[in-house]
């Protein structure tokens, strides 16, 4: 993406007693995911838990912190293990990086700058985590260099949407479709309500096998089918450059969509 500015400074109390800075959130020169919730708001309680474990868990990748505009109490509460720094905002924050609603969050390179735009809800702020961890906010040919190929996905893999690709809900012959659009290239790809449920799910965090278990259990579908049929789907996904770190392939053929054990 192309670089929006420099970040702007901030110095706001924290958690732990202190004040965070941008400076100090940069410190180890990784990129900074900053998310802004509210302790009061339905989506950002649902989103606590995972941004707390992508603190936990691509910490060394990643440096993730939480701007919150609500009491010292409320965010104690909230977030009580200290995993992550909490910023206590007065709104300054918030509206210094242009954030008119939560959850949402902003991404930081490693340089300083803002690279996306704010990214509003769930979905778009696990977007712009991937969009962070992977190799796309350097170089080309880095990217291309860790791309692999999409018969590399196997039911441990944990793939994520491209930064880049957003999706939209469409009304086709009485039935509602999914279409997966590349925001840089242009190309989409219409998915079902099952290739749009398991689309949904890939989060770069969960395994296909969790993604597996879990419609299974919910379809009550044999497990070893749709762990076939998932499986073929997602590779189809990344043969058309829909995932990051899965090299596209110019001669893909569209992809069969419909898990047929579902």
């Not at 957003?166 to 998915?191: I, K």
Request: hydrophobic share 40%; proline share 8%; aromatic share 4%.
């Amino acid at each position: 993406g192309q670089a929006h500015g420099a970040a702007p400074a901030f110095a706001r109390p924290d958690l732990r007693g202190g004040r965070t800075t941008l400076d100090s959130l940069r410190a180890a020169g990784l990129p900074l995911l900053l998310v802004f919730l509210t302790p009061g708001c339905g989506p950002c309680k649902r989103l606590r838990p995972a941004v707390v474990r992508w603190a936990e868990v691509y910490g060394r990748r990643l440096q993730v912190a939480i701007v919150s505009t609500a009491s010292p109490e409320a965010n104690r509460l909230a977030f009580p293990g200290g995993e992550v720094p909490v910023l206590l905002d007065d709104g300054t924050t918030r509206t210094a990086y242009a954030v008119a609603g939560t959850p949402g969050a902003v991404l930081v390179d490693a340089d300083g700058l803002l690279r996306t735009p704010v990214a509003y809800g769930e979905p778009a702020v696990r977007r712009l985590l991937t969009a962070g961890l992977s190799r796309e906010l350097t170089t080309e040919s880095d990217a291309d260099a860790d791309e692999q190929p999409a018969a590399s996905l196997t039911l441990r893999s944990r793939p994520a949407p491209r930064p880049m690709v957003t999706t939209r809900t469409v009304e086709s012959e009485g039935r509602s479709e999914t279409v997966a659009v590349d925001e840089t290239s242009g190309a989409s790809l219409s998915l079902d309500v099952i290739g749009g449920l398991v689309w949904s799910c890939l989060d770069g965090v969960s395994t296909l096998e969790e993604i597996v278990d879990d419609l299974a259990g919910v379809f009550g579908a044999p497990r070893d089918q749709v762990a076939m049929d998932v499986l073929e789907l997602v590779r189809s996904l990344g043969r058309h450059g829909l995932l990051v770190g899965i090299a596209p392939e110019t001669d893909a053929p569209t992809p069969k969509l419909e898990p047929t054990s579902l």
